[in-house]
């Protein structure tokens, strides 16, 4: 008889699938190809007492993933806000944190940026300076200290289901233990049901704040990859390009050196920042 459930932990192949009762099974996939991600709803089927096979996947209403001409790595599905987590210490890179909204932009998916770690005062300033562009076109920018203050994430997080992303030493994991206090025994729960014995940030996984409300761990990421994306995708996703896109003199204008591209000249009248503008185009490169 067919179940259902929704993936609440994603290790490799391995998967761990909660029905609505609130029961929980290890699952696998059938076959060889995987296309699984936490926070998936899917249909499955006991293949034994301790174990399942998942024979179906749900349409998504969101996927936020990454790729390179090699693979894709599935981050979170039915997410409705990306929560990009950055400190002040140590170095965030501001290319990850572009890809990833990027990524977000191409799935409508809220955005939320944390900016950890904001008792460190003497760093503070710096952190802000970098980030001001963001939250010039509109992004949501909140600071806090995730080991003394991560309630003041909670009223961002009610009714949706979010998804933690970020470079390694952010501090997701103390976001998430601050929030979420059962969260290493779940960890362990998780660990134990797919036997992989690995710490939370090697898999993702989903923990309820409440019942409309939930948190997808993700492990961190050193690179997010773009190549799923096609060049009107990319462009769309900036969103301050939006008002020009279409008004270039020629329709396939790749806003490079073609005359009367109208980005160009956005960017010369200091409407387009010259370092947004520039990580477009890196990324527009590796698609090439």
Known sequence: MSLRGRVVAAHGRQYVVEQHDGTRLPCFPRGKRSEIACGDEVEFVRSGP???????IAPRRSLLYRSN???????????????????????????????AIVAAESQDIEILVILNKSDLADRLPAARRRLA???????RVIELCARDHAEDLRPFLGGRTSVLVGQSGMGKSTLVNAL???AGAATREISQALDSGKHTTTH????HLDAASHLIDSPG???????HLGRSEIEHAFREFRPWLGQCRFRDCRHDREPGCALRQALAAGQVDDDRFAAYHRIIAEQR
């Open 180 to 182: 979420i206090p059962a």
């Open 69 to 99: 001409e090699i693979r894709q790595k599935l981050i979170a599905a039915n997410v409705d806000q990306l929560v990009l987590v950055v400190a002040t210490e140590p170095a965030f890179s501001d290319e990850l944190l572009t890809r």
């Open 50 to 56: 301790d174990q399942g096979v998942i024979e179906r």
């Open 204 to 207: 993702a996984c989903l923990y």
């Open 133 to 139: 562009i963001l939250a010039g076109l509109g992004y």
């Open 221 to 227: 990421l050193q690179e997010f990859g773009l190549g």
